[in-house]
């Protein structure tokens, strides 16, 4: 009773602190720092009362569901490591599972939303690794790894470096060197970051994979480790890194006087925060140490305390060695029968953890990554080509249009015309300087754009000798001078519409360009009165140019997802309308 | 006697422009009418009967082979203007007919005329209807059209084993152990088959790499050829034929 008040005054507490914090994100901080303390999270009841107490709380304060939502996932998430923490596995594994995670509320801000589903796979996947379920978890890491890359997330490389780090774990009983190769890229991620806690937990791992092989660089790396404990102090990697040195020592038969001052600090420091791992690594490695000096009977005694405290959380990764140092220990003793017994059964659980049956269901999920890889690199590279050609496509003005003009110079000199020669000339050259300052950006701002199409078509009314009533229609709602279009998308077709429309045309000749605002789109009209273009034979040269624009819109995307695209609407001897809807760019 | 020519043209600039350089640089030619459209040209080439006609490729809605396929025979010369090499130009090439590109230069013209004047052999309806037939193609010819001193022939490129200059001449050595000799020389022919796999071994040799069947190192370094053809590789092309070859991937 006294104990359910004093929660609630420690829930009164925090809200009290929580109330002070007027932005939303610190807010959530003080969640997760009042989750976190374990003196109010000794027990699942309490933490849920706590969720409880804050949720109607925020309620209170009218926060958007989004939000709302946002904080109690991350209040969910860190309560399922806290679990995990305290060897409650399956209590963690439900919380993740818990389908408020299936909400993907479209209002929050996408990078929050998406570092919400890597950190919950990558907590899933942890659970299965320390559940031995290797097949599981390398799928969920595979998900994970493949997700990472591929969204935008805040903290891209670290969460790369996580599902690295696990990768490690998962193949450290599988296949030494491949789990060596993910955790020496992992350290490399932890380098670049200057996430000297990442590097560390590398440290600790390739110092165990590699000290049966290679004791020497094992040592290093360890010692590597303990320079970095002085700078960025890390208890509980730290106890880790001791008992590992200490399981070293041991199993190496060099000082069993300092593995078991080792041993003894660890405790210590495990009583002060319980770990599920670090106590059983414990129990494990002190095992080890009596069967090293041959204290049998203490030895048995450790061993069977790691298998019951193991069998209270799941299979765990030392299971295995104890079993087969326990069966030794009979054998040693004489107990045969249960030498054999102990024997079999580490069989059967290897045998179901990484038996034939298990290893192929792996290699199945590591090839269908593979193939999945594949196909990605190669559409990575299909891509490329595509931007290369786009790149091509971009292309300058039709060259036909830069020979004729100079064709119509070349008969304003000839005819001695000389003030339409030089006003040609002067025009003419700025439209070409536009054009080249144009083909070195992708996108111009569309008042740019506007002023060179006006000149081009000028020109072109000279060319014809003939005048166009060219009006151009510009969205007011459009700012023109920030709007930016793809450079030398339009100009094409106000020259299929002149060249092909217009030209040939006996009649008043007009020609429209409409730009508007349409959402995540700009939509462009060009219209002419021509000839259209059934009667058109020579479609050759225009569909070309059409196919480039229809290409280079296919490749943009709007806000919403959707593909650029285009629309042609042609009447015989009632003209041509093209639209275009181009997707916003920034 | 002049030269009596129609220019057809859908721009009126280019009509004066050719006007205007005719009159200056070319007094023989009379020029009878203009048009501009195929309608129009085909109407007046029926009624004036010209000797040569100047004629724009891109004339749209249509183009000038749209025009040549009106006639059953061609009973006039043709000078093809456009301005740009397009993929027009490479077909009128294969089929050795003339053309110029726009701004037009003044001394081309002249040459262009005087080859009217002077030319040995007149134009052939098969050099107009293998344009046509290439034209519809968008890919580089496969047929080459020559005025051989003898006749005049259609070949196609891939019977080609090699060329060898001869003076101002050029001989063919063909699959089947023919052998024609065109009246012009092995440069120009280079270049017109530069979009093929052609190459210059030699100053006076041209080989078709599609039927090289070996590289023989006695007397210098040669190439064998299908039929028991041979022709040499000069010393400083050695090392370049070489690796077009591999480049290739023929051995």
């Given amino acids: ?586 | 006697m002049p030269i009596t020519a129609l220019i057809v043209d859908d721009e009126q600039n280019a009509q004066s422009v050719m006007k205007h350089l005719l009159n200056r640089y070319c007094t023989n030619v009379e020029i009878l009418d203009y048009a501009t459209d195929i309608h129009e040209a085909y109407e007046k080439i029926n009624t004036l009967q010209p000797d040569v006609v100047f004629l724009d490729i891109t004339m749209p809605p249509h183009d000038s082979f749209e025009l040549l396929r009106l006639f059953k025979r061609i009973p006039f010369q043709i000078i093809f203007c456009t301005a740009h090499s397009e993929y027009a130009i490479q077909a009128i090439k294969f089929s050795a007919l003339d053309y110029l590109l726009k701004p037009i230069k003044a001394d081309e013209l002249q040459i262009a005329v005087q080859r009217l004047v002077e030319r040995k052999e007149q134009e052939t309806p098969t050099q107009y209807q293998l344009l046509a037939e290439q034209i519809k193609k968008n890919e580089p010819p496969q047929k080459l059209f020559i005025h051989s001193i003898h006749a005049h022939q259609i070949i196609e490129v891939k019977d080609i084993i090699y060329l060898e200059a001869s003076g101002n001449y050029t001989d063919f050595y063909l699959l089947n152990n023919r052998k024609i000799t065109s009246s012009k020389q092995l440069g120009e022919y280079e270049e017109l088959l530069s979009q093929h796999t052609f190459y210059r071994t030699h100053k006076s040799f041209l080989v078709n790499l599609q039927h090289v069947i070996s590289i023989a190192k006695t007397d210098g370094t040669s190439v064998i050829l299908q039929e028991g053809h041979q022709c040499p590789i000069a010393f400083r092309r050695v090392e370049l034929f070489m690796q077009t070859i591999q480049g290739l991937g023929l051995h």
């Fill in chain 1, 1 to 586: 009773m006294t104990n359910d008040i004093n929660i609630k005054e420690d829930i009164a507490e925090l809200i009290k602190k929580i109330q002070i914090e007027s932005n939303y994100i610190a807010r959530i901080d003080a969640y997760r720092n009042s989750v976190l303390q374990p003196k109010l999270l000794n027990d699942l009841n309490t933490s849920v009362k706590i969720i409880g107490a804050i949720w109607k709380y925020e309620k209170k304060l009218n926060q958007s569901t989004a939000q709302l939502e946002y904080a109690k996932k991350i209040i969910l998430l860190n309560l399922s490591i806290y679990l995990k923490e305290i060897g409650q596995f399956a209590a963690a594994q439900k919380i993740l599972e818990n389908p408020i995670f299936n909400n993907q509320d479209t209002t929050l801000e996408p990078t929050l939303n998406n570092n919400i589903i890597a950190s919950r796979l990558i907590n899933l996947g942890v659970l299965y690794i320390e559940k031995q379920d290797i097949t599981k978890a390398l799928s969920i890491f595979y998900q994970a790894e493949n997700f990472v890359t591929k969204t935008t997330l805040v903290n891209q490389s670290y969460l790369s470096c996580l599902a690295k780090i696990n990768l490690g774990n998962i193949y450290y009983n599988i296949n030494k060197n491949q789990s060596l190769k993910y955790f020496n890229l992992a350290e490399k991620i932890a380098n670049e970051l200057n996430q000297v806690n990442l590097k560390q937990v590398c440290l600790i791992n390739i110092a165990n994979i590699t000290f049966a092989e290679d004791l020497e660089f094992s040592i290093t790396k360890i010692d590597e480790l303990n320079e970095l404990f002085k700078t960025h102090p890390n208890t509980k990697l730290k106890t880790k890194s001791d008992l590992l040195k200490a399981e070293i020592l041991i199993n190496k038969k060099i000082d069993l006087e300092l593995a078991k001052e080792l041993l003894d600090n660890s405790y210590q420091v495990y009583q002060k925060n319980p770990s599920i791992s670090i106590l059983l690594n414990y129990l494990r490695i002190y095992g080890f140490y009596f069967k090293a000096i041959e204290s049998w009977g203490n030895a048995l005694d450790l061993h069977l305390s790691y298998i019951k405290t193991d069998k209270e959380h799941g299979p765990n990764f030392g299971i295995l060695q104890v079993l087969k140092s326990l069966s030794e220990i009979y054998e040693q003793q004489g107990d045969y029968q249960k030498a054999f017994e102990t024997m079999k059964q580490k069989d059967a659980l290897h045998e179901e953890l990484f038996g034939e049956e298990k290893l192929r269901l792996f290699r199945n999920i590591e090839q269908q990554q593979e193939e999945m890889l594949q196909k990605e690199r190669a559409m990575e590279l299909e891509q490329k080509v595509r931007q290369l050609e786009h790149a091509a496509l971009l292309s300058q003005m039709n060259p036909h249009f830069i020979f004729n003009s100079l064709n119509t110079l070349q008969n304003l000199v000839i005819e001695g015309n000389e003030e339409a020669a030089i006003n040609f000339i002067s025009e003419f050259s700025t439209l070409m300087r536009e054009m080249l300052n144009n083909a070195k950006e992708e996108l111009i701002p569309l008042k740019n754009e506007i002023e060179f199409l006006k000149r081009y078509v000028q020109l072109e009314e000279i060319r014809f000798n003939n005048k166009f009533n060219f009006s151009v229609l510009i969205d007011e709602v459009l700012p023109k001078h920030l709007v930016k279009i793809p450079v030398m998308l339009i100009q094409p077709l106000l020259e299929n519409a002149i060249r092909h429309g217009l030209a040939p045309s006996k009649n008043d000749k007009s020609l429209v360009l409409d730009v508007r605002n349409g959402g995540p789109f700009i939509i462009v009209d060009v219209t002419d009165n021509g000839i259209g273009w059934k009667e058109n034979t020579n479609k050759q040269h225009k569909s070309h140019a059409l196919e480039n624009i229809q290409e280079r819109l296919s490749l943009m995307r709007a806000p919403n997802h959707e593909n650029g695209r285009m629309e042609i609407k042609s009447d015989l001897s009632k003209g041509t309308q093209i639209t275009l809807w181009i997707p916003v760019q920034f």
